[in-house]
């Protein structure tokens, strides 16, 4: 007789990565183990349990998430990809929910792990697109000698990122753009073919650690310049080996704060250092680098893998 298990989440909508790839999932899983695997969506799950689901809330029932359920002695583990994924675990403690593992990426630190070690599991995983389509979109653009020596940013202009972009704008190295402003905005397909042109791109936090342009330049093999990267990933990510840490904290703070030094000379500064950097072989091996852990972390495949490898063929569950 099959061992049975509550595989729970959002349906999504058309090409949304998370729920896309929780389907993919769940039939790879269906395929690869024994086990009888009942899809049950994370709303009715949520109401099993006297809750509603959110997609703002910092519980278990949000729709970034994907849950497995064992009813038999209640044990669940939840892969996360809502930003605030680490606050999930106050959630289950207050509401006494048996989570044996929480794998997540957004604002993960070694901290949390070690804080919560003795309660739950907590575990780096993969980190991912927006749209399903994007991989797909990012592995057919072709290699071509990139034209401009610049560094290139395209997304939504908000919080302190703001102050940031605005700050940057100024620097004719800078190519800054925002998605909100219509002129600005690109589809998906031309985005890509239109950063594979940069030598350089920009990466700054939003509400995670870690963005979707991190794993667009990898993948373009563009060379990532971005603030301190702290989110743990699975395969850790790291400074001088995948990206360029081009804007550290005190400079990001003084940015931010407008503390009156003269950072235009210090920007100035460094890209002149960038500029010279990009022709070097160790610039060469970084970028080599960060496009083979694209592979290896980003694509769905890769990415089952890896969260699968985590669940110990489900035997955390029983």
Known sequence: MKKKLIISYEQGYHN????????????????????????????????????????????????????????SNEKMFVHSWYDYAPEII??????????????????????????????????PSVYYLENWSDVEYIQNIKPQERKLTKSYFNGLNHGLRQNIMNFLAKNEFFDIKSKTNPSDFRQKKQYYEELSNYKFGLSLNGAANICYRDLELFGLG??????????????????????IEF????????????????????????????????NTQECKNI???????FVENCLPENQYKIIFSLLNNLDILY
């Not at 929910?97 to 575990?123: A, P, R």
């Open 287 to 293: 970028i080599s680098e960060s496009k083979k852990w």
């Open 247 to 278: 804007l550290d904290d005190d400079l990001t703070n003084k940015i931010i704060y407008n503390n009156g030094e003269n950072l235009e000379k210090i920007i100035n500064s460094k890209v002149c250092e960038l500029i010279d950097f990009y």
């Open 222 to 243: 563009v060379l990532n310049l971005r603030q301190p990267l702290n989110s743990l990933t699975h395969n850790r990510l790291e400074k001088n080996i995948h990206y």
């Open 16 to 71: 949304w990565y998370v729920s896309e790839f929780y389907k993919f999932f769940h039939k790879k899983i269906e395929f690869d183990t024994e086990f009888e695997l009942e899809y049950i969506s994370l709303r009715d799950l949520a109401t099993k349990f006297g809750k509603e689901i959110s997609n703002h809330y910092t519980s278990i029932f949000n729709w970034f998430n994907l849950v497995i359920y064992n009813p």
């Open 90 to 123: 106050n959630y289950s403690i207050q509401n006494n929910f048996n989570i044996v593992m929480l794998s997540c990426v957004s604002n993960l630190t070694q901290g949390i792990i070690e804080k919560y070690k003795d309660i739950i599991s907590v575990e």
